[in-house]
């Protein structure tokens, strides 16, 4: 126990999923909080340790591992996907039973997903739009939501859910549409052609940390930039910024031959996000507010480097 007085003592963070976005938010709450995260792994509790944060075994998977997280954190921030299969979301339901043991938690940040609207036929709203589901995937993400919502309002906790599109960053695993681009992936002709959302990772762990401070009870936030882009013309311009020949170029019906359904159904939603409680309430000003600055970023290194290290195009 701390003699200390409340003023003085860290707030204590508990993150559940601790990968990429976990470990940039760690990053900036480093020497302000105190930090810990849910793992399953031993090796992965060493690089957690690592980087200043306690490591906890568990799994969301088997509820009786997560008895000790009860009383535990101030706050939570909630990172980990639902299961594989099935419509409902027992991970968080297991998760909120252990929290709902002590009732220390005053918060609790859910990074969902902007699937959960489907498809929108391109059309351009703020978060007051009904959620319409149309993958068993999205499902789980909307019973997530649901139990959270109603966790806060039981518990009195502050809830946050921010819905998130596609997340990139150079140095993310896989966050960057070079790969695909590599692999010579089609896209669809702009008369079939879908918008798409974005956001740098960098700018959604900073909306992370702006939601575990200043966060309104279970309110619903796009975590997306300013971006106005359709999925072709962003493969496009990633090609373009890396030197690459841009993908080719295919009609609805022959994708539907060629490609496999896991890539068909992000082709076949629409969405134009507004992100004004982002900006407004969160108070987040974003470091790339569009695609074209956050891609441009590795492309402008080699211009700052001399003739002598200058390392070709990836």
């Known amino acids: 126990m701390s003699f200390l007085p409340a003023r003085f003592q860290r707030p204590r963070l508990l993150i559940i999923g601790c990968g990429d976005i976990g470990m940039r938010v760690v990053k900036l709450l480093r020497g302000h909080w105190r930090l810990m995260a849910l793992t399953t792994s031993v090796e992965r509790a060493a690089a957690l340790r690592g980087a200043g944060v306690l490591p906890l075994l568990g799994d969301l ?29 027992a991970r968080t339901a297991h998760l909120l039973q252990a929290l709902a043991r002590k009732g220390r938690v005053r918060r609790i940040v859910y990074a969902s997903t902007t699937g959960v609207y489907g498809d929108c036929g391109g059309a351009r709203f703020d978060e007051t739009r009904a959620t319409r589901p149309a993958t068993d995937r999205a499902r789980r993400r909307v019973d997530a939501e649901a139990r959270l919502r109603w966790h806060g309002r039981a518990h009195g906790v502050v809830v946050s859910i921010l819905r998130i599109p596609g997340i990139y960053a150079d140095d993310r695993p896989g966050g960057h549409p070079r790969e695909r681009l590599t692999r010579g992936t089609p896209v669809l002709v702009t008369a079939d052609d879908v918008h798409t959302n974005h956001i ?6 900073r909306a992370c940390v702006a939601a575990l401070v200043r966060g309104r009870p279970q309110r619903v936030v796009h975590a997306s930039d300013d971006s106005d ?29 060629q490609l496999p359904a896991s890539l068909l159904s992000f082709m076949g ?46």
């Open 61 to 89: 998977d088997a509820p009786h591992t997560l008895a000790r997280l009860a009383g535990l954190a101030d706050a939570v921030l909630h990172l980990a996907p639902p299961p594989p299969q099935g419509d409902t979301d």
């Open 229 to 257: 882009i359709r999925m072709g013309d962003y493969f496009d311009l990633a090609a373009d910024l890396c030197g690459l020949p841009r993908p080719p170029r295919i009609t609805r019906e022959q994708a539907q031959a």
């Open 200 to 205: 740098h990772a960098d700018d959604l762990a």
């Open 269 to 314: 939603e629409s969405r134009r996000l507004m992100n004004g409680r982002l900006k407004r309430e969160l108070r987040v000003r974003l470091r790339y507010p569009t695609v074209a600055s956050g891609l441009a970023i590795k492309s402008r290194a080699p211009a700052a480097a001399s003739s002598s290290d200058r390392s070709p195009a990836p």
